[in-house]
């Protein structure tokens, strides 16, 4: 099954995960069924219930992703959940009497609500952040987005994770690697397929995580294994004789990071495959709530010769952005401040209140006495026009939110270099020469004075050699012997020259 996360449809389909976003950070996930397969009794099929209302999936199942829906009015009491046979005599006779009828019962159509509404979105590791089911405390939006990039995750590469939690980053770290589903054409050789290889301690959270990824079609990207890693380690199947993942890049989220980074070393004991992958540097980052756990980290990482070590503390804040409206004349406006703005409108509003406190007072001040008017409303300032559209009215403003989800996170960074042979650096040599011919180590070194004496004799060695080619050999040897005198001069003069220039 393609997964839902990766390639959708349009619309909402049957018997896949959909998000039901209530407010900005408050959604439900679901698995659309058009039959109620936990036989809660209702007349509807499946139900969510919400704070809104209620749901029936017949009303989400076809729409498409991101539309509202409304609540709908659903038997809840009269039945009693779980229990058909507390249904009344008529319901049952209006169920029919058929065998076929008796097991599937006809759905009610159903009838709007006015509770409130929702709406349907489609799955994105971002919005199962938000809803999924907390079994532990999870990696957050800012915090994985940046470590997925500090790893170099991208289509392709095989990530190591441990421990698999809640599932946060097991989807993050998936849709990331993702390059095409296992057994389908785009499995080529020359095309490496994205890989998570994920591990978990506990045995609970281990198969929630397992179901949860067969649910949303992830078992094929995601390998989650039952496992202490400190122990055991990251090789898949057997933890001695077991495959290596060949890993580009790790995510450690464990109590202790610093105990299991001895599994992660290019020269395992002997019988034992690394689970890097050896021909790329393995870029690693784990995740510890206090500075103490870093430092640790880090200790053991020098030891086992990680680079680059760097930690790095990530403090999110959202910006809410608005526009604020102060006046008289927002009553009724959304989010303003009804509230005067100018002196001259509280003085307004001042003599206003007097006025009408007077009509009050003389008992004329009632709906259905000619006296009566909504004296504020009269003032000059609401009768002031304007051509700025409401939206963009009022002041922007823009404040930080700083309840943003997340939990300290000191995250530590490291680079291992790809393993380097003898053999290769030979081979490398071989095949791309370098250019730069090597002196023997004994030959003296020669001064860059030395090397400029010597050009310029080259230089009037071939000028030589030019106009001895052009002249007749009957010339005498003696006018030759002259000329080799002052062609000498000429390169002691060219040379003082350019020292003169340098100096
Ligand atoms: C903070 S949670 C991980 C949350 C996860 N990263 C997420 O985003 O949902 C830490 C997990 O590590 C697991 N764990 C602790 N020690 C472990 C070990 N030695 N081997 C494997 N998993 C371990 C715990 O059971 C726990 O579920």
Not at 136 to 146: A, L
Not at 177 to 201: D, H, I, M, W
Not at 420 to 447: L, Y
């Amino acid at each position: 099954m393609p997964s839902p996360f990766f390639t959708r449809n349009a619309s909402a389909e049957k018997d896949s995960l959909a998000l039901l976003q209530l407010r900005r950070d408050q959604i439900i996930p679901t698995i659309l069924r058009d039959h109620d397969d936990e036989n809660q009794g209702y007349w509807e099929g499946k139900v969510t219930n919400t704070r809104f209302g209620s749901f029936p999936h017949s009303t989400l199942i076809g729409k498409p992703w991101g539309s509202q829906v409304v609540a709908s009015k659903v038997d809840t009491g009269s039945r009693g959940r779980n229990n058909p046979a507390k249904r009344k005599a008529e319901e049952l006779d209006a169920e029919g009497t058929g065998a076929e009828e008796d097991k599937k019962p006809s759905l009610r159509t159903p009838v709007s609500a006015e509770s409130g509404f929702l709406h349907v979105l489609a799955p994105t590791p971002e919005a199962w952040t938000i809803s999924l089911p907390h079994r532990t405390q999870v990696v957050y939006t800012p915090d994985y987005s940046y470590i997925l990039h500090r790893l170099r995750a991208r289509p392709g590469c095989t990530v190591i994770e441990a421990g698999a939690g809640s599932g946060s980053f097991t989807h993050a770290s998936a849709r990331a690697v993702f390059n095409g589903y296992p057994g389908t054409e785009e499995a080529t050789k020359k095309r490496r397929l994205g890989k998570v290889c994920s591990f978990e301690f506990h045995e609970l959270r281990a198969a929630k995580v397992q179901q949860e990824l067969r649910d949303h079609g992830l078992d094929g990207i995601v390998e989650a294994t039952h496992r202490d890693v400190y122990e055991d380690g990251f090789l898949l199947g057997d933890p001695k004789t077991g495959k290596s993942p060949k890993a580009n890049a790790i995510f450690l989220d464990l109590p202790a990071p610093w105990l299991a980074l001895k599994h992660l070393v290019r020269n395992p004991p002997p019988g034992q495959e690394s689970a890097l992958d050896p021909e790329s540097p393995a870029y690693l980052c784990t995740f510890s709530p206090c500075l103490e756990q870093a430092e640790r980290t880090i200790r053991t990482m020098r030891r086992l010769s990680w680079l680059n070590i760097s930690m790095v503390e990530v403090a999110q804040r959202r910006l809410d952005v608005k526009r604020e409206r102060i006046g008289l004349d927002t009553e009724g406006v959304r989010g303003a401040t009804l509230f005067p703005k100018t002196v001259e409108e509280a003085v307004a509003k001042l003599r206003s209140d007097e006025i009408r406190a007077k009509l009050i007072r003389d008992n004329r001040a009632t709906k259905d006495q000619p006296d009566y008017q909504p004296i504020v409303k009269e003032t000059p300032f609401y009768k002031e026009k304007t051509d700025v559209p409401l939206y963009s009215q009022g002041r922007l403003m823009h404040r930080s939110e700083p309840d943003l989800r997340t939990h300290t996170s000191y995250l530590v960074f490291a680079i291992l270099p790809r393993a380097w042979s003898e053999e290769e650096e030979q081979k490398c040599r071989e095949q791309w020469p370098s250019a730069k011919v090597a002196k023997p180590d004994n030959e003296p070194k020669t001064s860059k004075k030395q090397m400029k004496r010597e050009a310029a004799a080259e230089r009037a060695r071939l000028r030589e050699e030019q106009k001895l080619q052009e002249k007749p050999e009957s010339e005498s040897g003696e006018k030759a012997e002259e000329e080799k005198v002052e062609e000498s001069n000429k390169a002691d003069e060219e040379m003082a020259q350019e020292e003169g220039a340098e100096a």
